[in-house]
């Protein structure tokens, strides 16, 4: 055996399969991913020459990669594990340009790249189903995202930013 690195359970089935004594018993089969690929960002295409990327070709890649961001989930998955795609992040990023699109305040500081902080919100959650697409996905501050997840108004903080992504979209 040799070690290949931490994986995370996606989910587990059952099947029909010989033991060490070659008869047959049902054998939970466990389906592994690596856990690097775990709510880790999937690649997108970035200029090698440094130059920015203009916000409709953003948005294309955003809207190609929701078509094809896969999700790992198992048959009885005690939790389902999501990939999202770093082209719908760095889309909706570009689209708030640096101020939260629920309080339309700036963000709450620039990070060590020197780029304002906002979190991409789902705001049909994953694991409901929702999409990995930029039509539904919100930067907003830390403090909005907090709220939205964990507050008495978190609902109607949603549904506005709900408004506010497509107003938005259908201006582009």
Do not use: W
């Amino acid at each position: 055996m040799r070690y290949l690195g931490q994986f995370e359970c996606a989910g587990y089935s059952f099947e029909t399969a010989p033991d060490r004594e070659g008869n047959q018993r049902q054998a939970i089969v466990f389906e592994l991913v690596p856990a690097s690929t775990v709510d880790e960002p999937i690649a997108a295409e970035a200029p090698k020459d440094g130059t920015e990327i203009d916000l409709s070709t953003l948005r294309q890649r955003a809207l190609d990669a929701a078509q094809s961001t896969p999700q790992a989930a198992g048959t009885e998955a005690r939790r389902s594990l999501y990939r999202r795609s770093d082209a719908v992040r760095r889309y909706v990023l570009a689209r708030a340009a640096g101020v939260c699109e629920s309080c339309n305040q700036p963000a709450p500081f620039i990070t060590l790249r020197g780029e304002p902080y906002l979190e991409p919100h789902h705001t049909r959650r994953l694991s409901d189903g929702g999409p990995d697409d930029p039509r539904f996905v919100g930067a907003i501050c830390p403090s909005c995202h907090r709220e939205i997840h964990h507050g008495v108004h978190g609902q109607s903080k949603n549904d506005a930013l709900i408004e506010t992504i497509q107003r938005k979209e259908t201006r582009t």
